[in-house]
Nanobody, 126 residues
Framework: QVKLVESGGDLVHAGGSLRLACEVS????????IGWFRQVPGKQREGVSC????????HYVESVKGRFTISRDNAKDTVYLQMNSLKPDDTAVYYC???????????????????WGQGTQVTVSS
């Protein structure tokens, strides 16, 4: 059974950094596009970033550009989200998602993905 497990969420002060990891199992990361979403209670899920497999193309929501970096290590079946200069507005549950294709055209839409993890909590204090 396909499984995605997020880790790395924590409580940090504004301006701090965290690195989230998404480890996948029961499928080879090499054949999937991977994304990160976040959700705050009472608000809609937001696409944060995505990385394709075909050419490593990355996408970011405007609010995290220049602060967050998505990367993948296919040999370790793990995708990372490096988050720097964190702000209180980044507080959310972060979810890792996977699409069973090399590239996702509508990367910011939750419905574009086939699998997702349980989420990891990121809290940024002011």
């Amino acid at each position: 059974q396909v499984k995605l497990v997020e880790s790395g969420g924590d409580l940090v002060h504004a301006g701090g950094s965290l690195r989230l990891a998404c480890e996948v199992s029961e499928f080879s990361l090499a054949y999937y596009a991977i994304g990160w979403f976040r959700q705050v209670p009472g608000k809609q899920r937001e696409g944060v970033s995505c990385i394709s497999n075909s050419d490593g193309m990355t996408h970011y929501v405007e609010s995290v550009k220049g602060r967050f970096t998505i990367s993948r290590d296919n040999a370790k079946d793990t995708v990372y989200l490096q988050m720097n200069s964190l702000k209180p507005d980044d507080t959310a549950v972060y979810y890792c998602v996977a699409a069973a294709r090399y590239y996702v055209t509508d990367w910011s839409q939750w419905s574009a993905y086939d699998y997702w993890g349980q989420g990891t909590q990121v809290t940024v204090s002011s």
